[in-house]
């Protein structure tokens, strides 16, 4: 599961009392609510289905594909559907190549959900071995799925962005930058991702 309340709060506390700037932003948006989503194959074919589309079309697409393929969606079954069933279920050939990728890593035990690497970055390299799931992907089903505490998203624009305004940046910073802006909140980094996206569009900051 994801990082609970209680570990964003002391992930937070332990930054802000070296960081005036995040004590401040603190002080004005309190603490954000944690982002839990469930471990597993279902969630990252859900990171596929969602791609590019809105909410509502990705909810459409997963409705038609449980109704195919049966409320778990087991990769095998997925694996067995014709091209013209997932079409007509709403996924386009390139998503299918996707969705085909994370079925045969995980039905060929190639790549186990339940025993990823401890090492963030050996976990990030196992998931990206799936198409269609890069960095900002792994990253995020690591922290709002697994929880681990020290996940930095440094290349999304919502962190960014929020790191501009808790900051009071010049201008948003760009991947490298995030990157190094953080380097001292480690172990905590994924809570102060959290609270970037809790911020980023205050206007009292």
Not at 126 to 140: D, F, V
Request: net charge negative; with cysteine; aromatic share 6%.
């Amino acid at each position: 599961m994801g990082l609970e309340a209680d570990a964003i709060r002391t992930g937070l506390d332990a930054i802000a009392a070296r960081e005036p700037a995040i004590a401040r932003a603190l002080g004005i948006a309190g603490y954000p609510e944690p982002r839990i989503r469930e471990t597993g194959y279902a969630t990252l074919l859900h990171t596929i289905v969602g791609q590019q589309v809105s909410v509502a079309a990705a909810s459409a697409v997963w409705k038609r594909l449980e109704d195919f393929l049966g409320a778990d969606l087991p990769p095998e079954r997925l694996l067995a559907a014709e091209f013209d069933e997932l079409r007509g279920c709403g996924l386009s050939r390139q998503k299918q190549g996707y969705a085909r990728s994370l079925c045969e890593l995980v039905a060929n035990g190639d790549l186990d959900l339940n025993a990823l690497p401890s090492g963030d970055e050996d976990a990030i390299a196992q998931l990206t071995r799936i198409k269609g799931i890069g960095r900002w992907s792994a990253e995020i089903y690591l922290l709002f799925a697994e929880g681990r505490p020290d996940i930095w998203p440094a290349g999304d624009l919502g962190v960014q962005a929020g790191l501009h305004r808790i900051l009071g940046l010049p201008e948003r910073p760009g991947e490298k930058e995030t990157r190094a802006l953080a380097e001292d909140w480690r172990p905590h980094r994924g809570a102060a991702a959290i609270f970037t996206w809790h911020c980023y569009d205050n206007p009292a900051l």
